[in-house]
């Protein structure tokens, strides 16, 4: 079975800085496609960024830049660096594989909230 558990949100003023961390049980990350998603409110979830299997990572215009994703095989542990936070990078955070569909499952999700 899958499991997700993200941490790490928080309040934090324009400009600050968080990692997010994702605990992954039945995925094997060194071998997977794994994305971080956003949901901000009223809005549809959007993958921020993602890292393959062989490191290449990806990230979409509006946090390019300033976050990083990367991973630790050994903790089967992913991670997200949000470096410049703006206010509207608010939204909760979610990490999952690349391949989505109706029966994916989700975690809690982990909160951002960046204040002007």
């Known amino acids: 079975q899958v499991q997700l558990v993200e941490s790490g949100g928080g309040l934090v003023q324009a400009g600050g800085s968080l990692r997010l961390s994702c605990a992954v049980t039945?995925?094997?990350?060194?071998?997977?496609?794994m994305g971080w998603y956003r949901q901000a409110p009223g809005k549809q979830r959007e993958l921020v960024a993602s890292i393959l299997s062989g490191g290449l990572t990806n990230y979409t215009d509006s946090v390019k830049g300033r976050f990083t994703i990367f991973r630790d095989n050994a903790k089967n542990t992913m991670y997200l660096r949000m470096n410049s936070l703006k206010p509207e990078d608010t939204a909760d955070y979610y990490c999952?594989?690349?391949?989505?569909?109706?029966?994916?499952?989700w975690g809690q999700g982990t909160q951002v909230t960046v204040s002007s």
């Open positions: 039945g995925i094997t990350l060194r071998f997977s496609a």
């Open positions: 999952n594989t690349l391949a989505l569909g109706t029966s994916t499952y």
